[in-house]
């Protein structure tokens, strides 16, 4: 259940009105990176977690819970920073003459030719839309029950909003604006930290999923372009693997193609590892998470998302609701 409370998580304040910017920071109201996108996104991704990672699933759905907060911030920021619009249009119906109206102020005026959304459909309040007018749209938000890969999307997630917002700031001079826009930035630095710190608490985190990659493709880089190449630890020396494990550079993949017939005559590089030991990896990680999964998640007969306390049937002790 949720439950609203009147009161925004941070003191949101404005200067006065500005609907150049109102404008602007709808991209972190309905645009693809902003906080419905955010708030939708965790929330999504919580029901799948819920029964084999119960510790992850209480982070998922504060955080979701916090973005909806943050989208009540910024809804009340355009809000505030649209003031007179939402008032001067019910005028109109005394005034019966809208034209004059936006005629007669200059501020109006403006926004009819930057913003005419404001005027003409949301009526002075917030849209979902981007700064662009495109609607919010479910593909926005990444939700693949698999919980390494939820978590990885959620700080690539983190990451675009944090540098909305600092790009947003770059484009407001109003101190309360600059104010709630630090909060609501330095939030997804936090979030993005959660985020990571959950992720490392899984292990195995990589590669995600349960198969292990092709030993004779993993740990190979292809020099595919022209040109000034440059070797890094991306593509050279000790990769992310145990000791004595290494990338492999081709320097010419055409004939490396031709050489290996489409890479079926490529043998293992880069150190030893057998294909069925990689099988065996591959296996007994799938027996681990599904039985994770299954110990936790009923496969048929009666279910309740809700536990309550059973009269009939003595609580185990020490769980906590
Ligand atoms: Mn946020
Ligand atoms: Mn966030």
Redesign the pocket.
């Known amino acids: 259940m949720i439950y609203h409370v009147k009161e925004l998580q941070f003191d949101a304040r404005v200067s006065g009105p500005d609907p150049r910017f109102a404008r602007l920071l709808l991209e972190q109201f309905g645009g693809a990176n902003g906080?419905l996108k955010?708030a939708m996104q965790y929330f999504t991704q919580a029901f799948t977690c819920r029964k084999p990672y119960p510790d992850k699933y209480d982070m998922l759905m504060d955080i979701a819970m916090e973005?909806f907060s943050?989208l009540e911030i910024v809804g009340a920021t355009i809000t505030m920073l649209l003031s007179g619009v939402n008032g001067e249009l019910k005028n109109a119906t005394e005034d019966a003459d809208l034209r004059n109206l936006v005629q007669a102020n200059k501020q109006k005026e403006h926004i009819a030719h930057t913003s005419a959304h404001f005027l003409v459909h949301s009526g002075g309040g917030p849209m979902v839309t981007d700064s662009m007018g495109n609607p919010w749209n479910g593909f926005f938000v990444n939700a693949n029950g698999d919980l390494t890969v939820d978590l990885r999307s959620n700080i690539a997630a983190e990451s675009r909003?944090k540098i909305t917002y600092e790009y947003l700031m770059q484009f407001t001079d109003d101190p309360h604006v600059k104010e709630s826009l630090g909060f609501?930035m330095t939030?997804?630095i936090a979030h993005m930290n959660m985020f990571t710190a959950a992720l490392a608490d899984i292990r195995p985190n990589f590669p995600p999923g349960i198969l292990q990659g092709d030993p004779r493709a993993t740990h190979t880089y292809f020099n595919l372009s022209d040109g000034h190449d440059v070797r890094g630890p991306w593509n050279q020396g000790q990769g992310p693997w145990p000791q004595g494990q290494e990338w492999t550079y081709v320097e010419n993949p055409v004939q490396q193609v031709r050489a290996t017939q489409g890479q079926k005559r490529q043998p293992v590089t880069g150190g030893e590892r057998s294909p069925d030991e990689l099988k065996r990896m591959s296996k007994e990680l799938a027996e681990m998470r599904a039985k994770q999964i299954k110990t936790a998640v009923p496969t048929s007969g009666e279910q309740s998302w809700s536990d309550y306390p059973n009269p009939d049937k003595p609580e185990p002790a020490g769980l906590r609701r």
């Open positions: 906080e955010a973005e943050h909003a609501l939030r997804e």
